[in-house]
């Protein structure tokens, strides 16, 4: 029986090690992790120095990729067999504090620790930029996916044909503004990191995918107009299945579930055996994000379109070796005291 009334180092590794294997935009990873000795409380920052001014003046994807370390976080301190207890945007004196994670205590007797393969999909996660088979995913897979969503806070919807048709338009027609956008595309490119560089943010080149064929599928063109970076193009699935993810309100903290109900969403395609991928390019522009929003809703703000399906596993991304640095032995280290 577990005696231990605060979380070892071991546990607290184990933890952190879950939270840093979320995804982030453009793997900027701006998030930093902070113990407080006297509390045990286990504070989420952002990290300024590693955001987009371009493709995200409003911190908005920075707060949906915080929100999906947050539940890693969560996930691994119930896998480990501690409760614990989360608040967003605890204290605003210090905007940069996006979340405390405090663990309660241990998992008691009557406590349903979640599936453990949710856990284990933490690290089999990986964004594919492969083109898929077009294998419809079966109605309860999705069903669960969007449940996943709705316990975390936020909404999931699968449009049909004509629904994805327009979306996909959206994203293309963002694509298309981003490419003509020389600031944007450098913006972009910094975050490209070149085959065996000992880099532990941004995208490898080797983690690329190629562009469609057919031009149905509007992937991200990372390599701007680099002839030397590009990759031949393939064929990509004729039937795209997409996942719009939205909440019914626009505020950081619905951002920041958003980005938890996104890892939730991932995890358990993952958990099914799903390939996904994330298209983030109509979130970009106002107009367009407006524009990807559901008809049939009222109130819906978009984050995410999720593709999803079966094909080939993604190539990894580097993660930077994550700490917890205790805030009060030096609260001004890093400067988040003023973020």
């Known amino acids: 029986m577990r005696t231990q009334t605060v979380p070892d180092a071991a546990t607290l590794e184990s ?58 976080l969560r996930l691994a301190a119930v896998h480990q067999g501690w409760r614990p207890e989360v608040r967003l945007l605890p204290d605003p004196h210090h905007p940069g504090l996006l979340a405390a994670v405090r663990l309660t205590g241990p998992l008691g007797a009557d406590d349903q620790p979640p599936d453990p393969g949710l856990y284990d999909a933490i690290a089999r996660r990986h964004t594919s930029r492969m083109p898929f088979t077009g294998r419809p995913v079966p109605e309860p897979i999705v069903a669960e996916m969007t449940a996943a969503a709705h316990a975390a806070g936020a909404r999931l919807d699968v449009p049909d044909i004509a629904g994805t048709r327009r979306l996909l338009r959206l994203t293309a027609a963002a694509e298309a503004r981003n490419h003509a956008h020389p600031e944007r595309i450098a913006e972009t490119r910094t975050w490209i990191t ?32 680099l002839p030397a970076l590009r990759l031949p193009a393939l064929w990509f699935e004729r039937h795209v299945q997409l996942a719009v993810l939205w909440t019914p309100h626009d505020r950081r903290e619905d951002w920041l579930r958003a980005g938890q109900a996104l890892q939730y969403v991932l995890l358990t ?21 407006a524009a990807t929003a559901l008809p049939r809703h009222k109130r819906c703000h978009p984050h995410m379109l999720i593709r999803f399906g079966y094909g080939p596993d993604g190539a990894g991304t580097p993660r930077a070796p994550g700490h917890f640095a205790a805030r009060r032995a030096a609260p001004h280290a890093t400067g988040t005291e003023t973020d």
């Open 269 to 289: 395609a993952t958990a099914h055996g799903l390939r996904t991928s994330l298209l983030h390019q109509a979130m970009e522009w106002p107009d367009l994000r």
């Open 15 to 72: 933890l952190l090690a879950a939270a840093v294997a979320a995804p982030s935009i453009h793997n900027t990873q701006p998030w930093r992790f902070r113990l407080d000795p006297d509390s045990q409380v286990l504070e989420v920052h952002s990290a300024p120095e590693r955001t987009l001014p371009l493709a995200d003046p409003t911190h908005r994807a920075q707060y949906l990729s915080v929100g999906a370390a947050v539940f890693n």
């Open 194 to 225: 070149a085959p065996g560089a000992d880099v532990p943010y941004g995208i490898p080149v080797t983690a690329l995918g190629p562009p469609d064929a057919a031009t149905r599928m509007p992937m991200r063109d990372f390599t701007g107009a």
